[in-house]
């Protein structure tokens, strides 16, 4: 396909894809978006290069709304290595310290509740956080030696798949923010063996699971077309939201930036929390998702609107979108952004 003369389109949609290990996001992203010809595209949570599993792709008018999904909940499946401790808290760093490993399972079911509930979390020396406006990673690389601030993340359940020899198998659940390496790295100094993360699978995400997640050969293969049809819609992303509908009129009002006052509430929304607000185009049209408001004291005020090749389907090519060269250079970013 050649990328210079088959123009780029209006797509709007999410794309449940099961990336590989040894890419990364954005590089799983571009082979999707070439396919789809989407003018606009990105994700919603980050997997590093080592870990593959469900990534959420965004198009079009679903972009607006990927930052919800960035702070969703999501659940892996992660393999430690015990009695390795490295660099990088993972198994691409280089090997700090090494020991036999004598650990029981009772060991592990008396430690793993120690990283459940609200838990303070030092993030991993090399991780993309900025510090002074440089990553940490850049200091790590650099030889300087830096204190990293511990951080408070949400961790709902961890619990043991399988314990073979010195690899264990973990299910978690957690929220935003937290390092599944950091995990792997605290529950191993806190069995007294200290331990490396050797594997990461993302199994949900935000309520989306795997098992509906397309495989990158899968996507690329199907072409453009066939593609499109797998494409769940922009509201998908929004649907734990109450939902408001607008007639004609009140639409073209919500469009334009305007404040709705007398509306009927069709589902209960707590004051300045998000709806997702619905409505024709135009008289006789069927209804379609305008944007996000919020009530503010009776009266619908919009928060994010979408544009009119976000509104209706992809019908006319747009102009070419400038595409950087992937940097290959490779640090670590947050499993869990």
């Known amino acids: 396909m050649n990328s210079n003369k088959t123009p780029w ?12 290990r040894g890419l990364t996001s954005q590089q799983a992203l571009f082979r999707v978006r070439r396919v789809l ?7 919603g949570g980050t997997l590093d290069p080592l870990a593959d599993g469900l990534l959420m792709l965004c198009f079009g008018a679903a972009t607006k709304f990927a930052q919800r999904h960035l702070e969703a909940d999501k659940r892996y499946t992660a393999v430690l290595q015990l009695g390795v401790r490295t660099t990088t808290d993972d198994a691409e760093g280089e090997v700090v310290t090494q020991q ?13 509740p120690r990283f459940v509930g609200t838990i303070l979390q030092t993030p991993p020396i090399y991780s ?3 510090r002074g406006g440089k990553p940490l990673y850049a200091y790590a690389r650099a030889g300087e030696v830096i204190e990293v601030e511990p951080r ?30 950091a995990l792997a790295r605290d529950i191993g100094d806190a069995l007294g063996c200290g331990a490396h993360l050797a594997a990461l699978t993302r199994t949900a995400s935000g309520g989306f699971p795997l098992a509906q997640a397309l495989d990158l050969d899968a996507a690329e293969a199907m072409g453009k077309s066939a593609l499109r049809e797998r494409l769940l819609p922009t509201d998908a992303l929004l649907q734990a939201s109450p939902r408001q509908n607008l007639d004609a009129g009140q639409a073209q009002r919500f469009l334009h930036g305007g404040r709705l006052s007398g509306l009927p ?24 998702l305008l944007g996000i408001g919020a009530w503010d004291g009776g009266v619908l005020a919009p928060r994010r609107l979408l ?9 006319a090519p747009v102009a070419q979108p400038p ?15």
């Open 307 to 315: 544009c009119t090749d976000e509104l209706l389907p992809p019908v």
């Open 152 to 181: 408070t993340v949400q961790v709902h359940t961890v619990d043991v798949l399988d314990l073979q020899d010195d690899r264990l198998t973990l299910d978690v659940h957690c929220g935003k923010g937290t390092y599944i390496r």
């Open 9 to 20: 389109e209006a797509v709007n949609g999410v794309l449940l894809l099961n990336k590989p």
């Open 128 to 130: 993309a956080l900025k």
């Open 323 to 337: 595409i950087s060269p992937f940097r290959t250079e490779s640090f670590h970013q947050d499993a869990t952004p």
């Open 265 to 288: 509430v069709q589902e209960h929304a707590d004051p300045g929390e998000e709806v997702r607000v619905y409505g024709p185009l135009a008289a006789e049209q069927p209804d379609v």
């Open 37 to 43: 010809r989407a003018a606009k595209a990105g994700h």
């Open 100 to 112: 036999p490993v004598q650990v029981e399972r009772a060991q592990i079911d008396a430690v793993l």
